[in-house]
C-alpha cells in the first residue's frame, strides 16, 4: 500500500494548498455572528457557555444520548447534573419525549454531520420553558440551518475549529448578544511553539509540503523515534472519573495560540468545496451497497459536511476492517455513564450503526477510493 494510504488523517492537516482559493466560503459560518470570543476546542467553547449562561452547581443541562463524550464532560465540569434526551430520525431532540428536570437551564442541540437543520421547533420549545438553547456546531462551522444561517438559533452557539481548520486546537463561543467577560489565561511561549511543531509534523508525516516533506520528516524521526502503531481497540466501560479524564479539560480556560488565530483566516472556498466533493464521493460510492446506506440522503445546497454518516446494519466487522485498514471514520460508540434506555432513540441505534465517514478538505481522493473499497469487499464478500 502506498504510504499516503496508511492512516488517513481524520482531521484537516495543513499543506500548501490550503493557501489557495478565494477567502470567503460562499457559506454563512458561526464566526459571522457579532459576538465571538476564540477558546481552545470545542469542548472549552461548551464549557463557556456553561459558565455564560450562569449554569451552578445542581442546575440541569439536557444533553443528546448520541454523543461524543467531550459534549458532556463541559457540563459536568461546570457542576450541571446532565439530563440525557432521546433523537427523532433527523438527529434533532424527540421533544414530546422529553421532561425537563426542576432548575434545567440549558438544552445542547447538535448540528450533526455538518448536515445543519432547521432549530425552529426547538427554539419554540426552549421559549415555551424558558431554557436556553445551546446550538452545537461543532460539526457544522458553515452552512445554513432552514431558516436561519448556522448558529443562530442558538442563545448561544458553540464550534470545533480544528474540525474545520488545520489547527491543532481551536473552539469558538458566539452569540448574538454580548458575551459575558470571561478570564483566560493566555497562552505561554511552550504553547505557541508547540503549535507550529504540531503543524509542521502533522504535514510532513502526511506528505503535504512538497519541497520540505523529507528534512521535516528525518527531524521529527529524531525527535519521536520510530513510529508507532496506533491499535484501534473496542471502547470498554468508563467510569464517569475515567470519561471526565479521558475528555482532557485542562486548557478549557486558557486562550488559544497565536496560529490558530491567524489560521482561522485561510481561505474558506477550498474547505468548503473539498468537503462537499468528498460528501458525493462517499455517498456515491455507499448508494447501492448490501447491508448499508447512506443515512441522511443527497447533500444539502447549503452545506459544509463534517462526516458522511453511513448506516451500516452488521456495522462491527465493518468498522473493524476500516480502522484496520487506516481509514477515516469514526464511530460514537462511547456512552457516558447513566444515559436510560429510552423508548424508540434513534440515538441508540446510532451509537451502533452509523458510521461516520469523514469527509474534510485535506483528504485525498484516492484516500477516499480505498475508503470505499474497503466498504466495498468488506458488505460483498
Ligand atoms: C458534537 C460535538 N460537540 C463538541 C465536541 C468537542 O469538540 P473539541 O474536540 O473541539 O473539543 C465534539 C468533538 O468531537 C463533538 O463532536
Redesign the pocket.
Known sequence: MASHLARQPTRPTFGWDNLSGAAAAGLPAVDDLPHTRLLT????A?FAAMKALGVQPGDSVLAPSY??P??VAPLRAAGAAVQFYPLGPDGLPALDAIEPAPRTRAIVV?QLFGLPRSLAGVRAWCDARGVALVE?C??SFFGQAGERPVGHWGDLATA?V??FFPVSEG?LLAGARPLPAQTLQPAGAKQQVKAWVDLLERASEQGRLAGLNTPLGALFRLKNGPPREATPGTPHAMSEPEMMADCDLARSEQAPTALTRRLLGLPRERIVARRRAHYETLYGGTQNLPGARPLLGALPVQAAPYVMPLWVDDAEPVYAALRAAGCAVFRWDRVWPGVPDFHDDHGARWRTHVLQLLCHQDLSEPMLAHTCAVLNQTLTR
Open positions: 476546542s470545542g469542548r472549552a461548551l454523543h461524543c467531550t459534549l447538535m452545537d461543532a460539526h470545533s480544528s474540525k473552539g
